[in-house]
């Protein structure tokens, strides 16, 4: 059973940066990707970016492709999320998730175990 952790987040002024990390423990990483979405308040969890494990191949969604970057430190088994040039729109709890090789990255539901999250907070 894979097991996420999460660090990082906090508050920002609009344009700053934030790094978030996602361990990850439990199970052979190979047959997983790992996501990252997000969640404000009153709105559905959105996908942000993927990475597949054994591959690196990275997803992103349209509205966050050039200002944040998905990255995997196999040494570490960890998962991390750079953010740059952060907009008050990104502001919102982001979560670490895990799925198996196969389903569609960008959907929750393809998702089998979640972070507890963390929340990032940008103001203009």
């Known amino acids: 059973q894979v097991q996420l952790v999460e660090s990082g987040g906090g508050s920002v002024q609009a344009g700053g940066s934030l790094r978030l990390s996602c361990v990850v423990s439990?199970?052979?990483?190979?047959?997983?990707?790992m996501g990252w979405f997000r969640q404000a308040p009153g709105k559905e969890r959105e996908f942000v970016g993927a990475i597949w494990w054994n591959s690196g191949t990275t997803y992103y969604a349209g509205s966050v492709k050039g200002r944040f970057t998905v990255s995997k430190d196999n040494a570490k088994n960890t998962v991390s999320l750079h953010m740059n040039s952060l907009k008050p729109e990104d502001t919102a709890v982001y979560y670490c998730?895990?799925?198996?090789?196969?389903?569609?990255?960008?959907?929750?539901?393809?998702?089998?175990?979640w972070g507890q999250g963390t929340q990032v907070t940008v103001s203009s």
């Open positions: 998730g895990a799925g198996p090789v196969g389903r569609n990255t960008g959907w929750a539901s393809s998702y089998d175990v």
């Open positions: 439990g199970s052979t990483l190979s047959r997983y990707f």
